[in-house]
């Protein structure tokens, strides 16, 4: 089942390590190639040695190996399909949240760019600690998968939550992670993320609030599942995919059209400003106005969503729009949906503090152009991705 994969198991310094060895032959039954990397304190729970023959690989602890040209860290990460960091101590949970590499197992999972399963196991009250808590938020809000501990009798004499959730639970989600990587093979996804900002003057422009993160959420997941993304935004990120850099809707509209031939799916999640000002000045405007008051004319920009739907390069390709409101929002969607033309429209309340603008959490409607619709509950921006793509594609 697991032939020509590559499986990365890190280990850490919890009681709960000497299961692992069970779960590298759960893959190893399956054909699939381990590498196991270990902390230093993982080692004080189960030996170098077991694990070595376990997974007849030589086992990852040290950082700095003289004898090897690539750096260790990079080649691990670049190697495996998937991560697995089971048991993930309070200590690795949150050195991973702030970015923290001290050592082998973590300097790997910071280079990883592909999915990351996380198995906590701790005492109850280190799992109910409020810091251990904000960094697993963290961590789910960064896309990592978090399989959470269960409730039981643990090892330190204590009944309550911080069991090794089973190991099925850790293969079979693998396997569920290893098979979605395929499904948009070959796909083009042209993704708009972010507000536009549209100049006024050499060191004024007019944006809005967009985080970018639901449409860099899509992107994500989209090259998770093996697509080709294409992040057109004016939010600086740096991806493992395409990443065109824009600041106005212009700009945008033009990246939009030269990507758009040969793609398969246009997903506008950006907020596009209506309007732009008409004359941008060339230099710094100066507060001269004797009145206290300034005017500035503004123009319409294009609505790159509406011309995109007049203009599909292929009938089979898939336009999708986003429709951020304040009030009445699913009348508004069903108008704005017949109004653009496009085959889905993601609709999201604005006005909510705990969903949408700058939050890593979305609640949307996936309206459809049939007038079907399924609404998605509250969930972080990264499982509202896999849905809006499952969704689109199956
Ligand atoms: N959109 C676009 N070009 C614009 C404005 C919006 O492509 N000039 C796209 C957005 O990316 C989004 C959809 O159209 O996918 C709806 O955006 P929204 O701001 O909700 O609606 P508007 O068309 O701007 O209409 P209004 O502001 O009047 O609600």
């Given at each position: 089942?697991?032939?020509?994969?590559?499986?990365?198991?890190?280990?850490?310094?919890?009681?709960?390590?000497?299961?692992?060895?069970?779960?590298?032959?759960?893959?190893?039954?399956?054909?699939?190639?381990?590498?196991?990397?270990?902390?230093?304190?993982a080692l004080n729970f189960v030996t170098k040695l077991t694990l070595q023959n376990l997974s007849q690989n030589e086992v990852g602890i040290e950082e700095f190996e003289l004898e090897k040209f690539k750096p260790e860290h990079i080649s691990y990460a670049d190697e495996a399909d998937i991560m697995i960091i089971a048991p993930a101590t309070a200590n690795t949970i949150s050195k991973l949240a702030n970015g923290?590499?001290?050592?082998?197992?973590?300097?790997?999972?910071?280079?990883?760019?592909?999915?990351?399963?996380?198995?906590?196991?701790?005492?109850?009250?280190?799992?109910n600690n409020k810091f251990i808590q904000e960094n697993i938020e963290k961590l789910k809000t960064a896309n990592y998968t978090i399989l959470d501990p269960e409730d039981g009798y643990l090892a330190c004499g204590y009944n309550g939550t911080g069991r090794l959730c089973s190991l099925d639970k850790i293969f079979n989600k693998s396997i569920e992670l290893l098979n979605r990587e395929k499904k948009l093979t070959n796909k083009k996804i042209i993704i708009t993320a972010g507000g536009t900002i549209e100049k006024i003057d050499t060191v004024r422009y007019i944006s809005n609030f967009s985080s970018g993160k639901m449409g860099i959420a899509i992107a994500d997941s989209a090259y998770n599942q093996g697509a080709q993304?294409?992040?057109?935004?004016?939010?600086?990120?740096?991806?493992?995919?395409?990443?065109?850099?824009?600041?106005?809707?212009?700009?945008?509209?033009?990246?939009v059209f030269d990507e758009l031939e040969d793609s398969d799916c246009v997903i506008m999640a950006a907020a596009v400003a209506d309007y732009r000002a008409?004359?941008?000045?060339?230099?710094?405007?100066?507060?001269?106005?004797?009145?206290?008051?300034?005017?500035?004319?503004?123009?319409?920009?294009?609505?790159?969503?509406?011309?995109?739907?007049?203009?599909?390069t292929n009938p089979n390709q898939i336009i999708?729009?986003?429709?951020?409101?304040?009030?009445?929002?699913?009348?508004?969607?069903?108008?704005k949906i017949a109004k653009k033309g496009c085959d889905y429209l993601i609709a999201n309340d604005i006005s909510r503090k705990d969903i949408g603008f700058s939050s890593d959490f979305n609640e949307v409607t996936i309206l459809k152009k049939n007038g079907e619709m399924k609404a998605l509950s509250r969930a972080t921006k990264a499982e509202i991705a896999d849905k809006i793509l499952e969704e689109i594609y199956g």
């Open positions: 089942m697991l032939s020509g994969k590559n499986i990365l198991i890190g280990i850490t310094g919890g009681i709960a390590a000497y299961k692992i060895c069970e779960l590298i032959r759960m893959y190893k039954r399956q054909n699939a190639n381990v590498r196991v990397v270990c902390t230093p304190n923290i590499c001290d050592n082998l197992l973590t300097s790997i999972a910071c280079a990883f760019q592909k999915p990351i399963i996380i198995a906590p196991a701790m005492n109850c009250g280190m799992w993304p294409v992040l057109i935004t004016s939010v600086k990120v740096q991806k493992p995919y395409k990443v065109i850099q824009i600041e106005s809707a212009t700009d945008m509209q033009k990246a008409k004359n941008i000045a060339n230099y710094k405007m100066k507060k001269t106005s004797p009145d206290g008051e300034i005017s500035i004319e503004l123009t319409q920009n294009p609505d790159i969503l509406k011309e995109i739907c007049t203009k599909k999708v729009g986003f429709c951020a409101e304040s009030e009445d929002l699913i009348k508004n969607a069903k108008e």
